[in-house]
């Protein structure tokens, strides 16, 4: 299923803004579709703003080689579209160190949306009981 997910999101991603991300995205990480989009969120204390028919990113800290990996808990209402997944390793060249979840949204319509969403290994029940979660509030307004 991971891979399946992963081809959904062929991206790529250039020009980060400054101090929003502590593992850049390179523009040949996620490469295919030839969308760019230059807003790449990572921290969910901050409010997502963006216009409506604007791509924007959730880049979420994953390590695919445990069998954790981030899941909606409030899946996307008609504000915010959800267009894709895709896993990007880690550039250390450490095994099994980790990378992140890359998740690709378009702004639909103005509006605003909570995002949420857990880490868990979905194979293993009991980690849905001490999962990790995050809350992205995401704010839209007309283009």
């Known amino acids: 299923m991971r ?5 959904i ?23 295919g579709s030839g969308v760019v989009t230059s807003q ?3 921290d969910p204390s ?5 216009r409506a028919g604007k791509l924007f990113v959730i880049a979420l800290p994953a390590n695919h080689t445990t069998g954790y990996e981030w899941s909606f808990v409030t899946p996307p209402n008609a504000t915010v579209a959800y267009v894709g997944i895709a896993y990007q390793d880690s550039t250390s060249g450490r ?21 949420a969403f857990r880490y868990t290994r979905p194979f293993d029940a009991s980690t849905q009981t ?3 979660h995050v809350t992205f509030h995401v704010q839209v307004t007309p283009a």
């Open 95 to 115: 095994v099994g160190a980790g990378g992140q979840e890359v998740w690709i949204f378009r702004a639909s319509q103005p509006g605003s949306v909570s995002l």
């Open 40 to 42: 790449v969120f990572v």
């Open 3 to 7: 891979k399946a997910r992963t081809a």
């Open 46 to 50: 901050l409010p997502i703003r963006t």
């Open 9 to 31: 999101a062929a991206v790529a991603l250039a020009a980060l803004p400054v101090a929003v991300d502590t593992m850049p995205i390179p523009p040949s990480s996620v490469q």
């Open 130 to 132: 001490n999962a990790r």
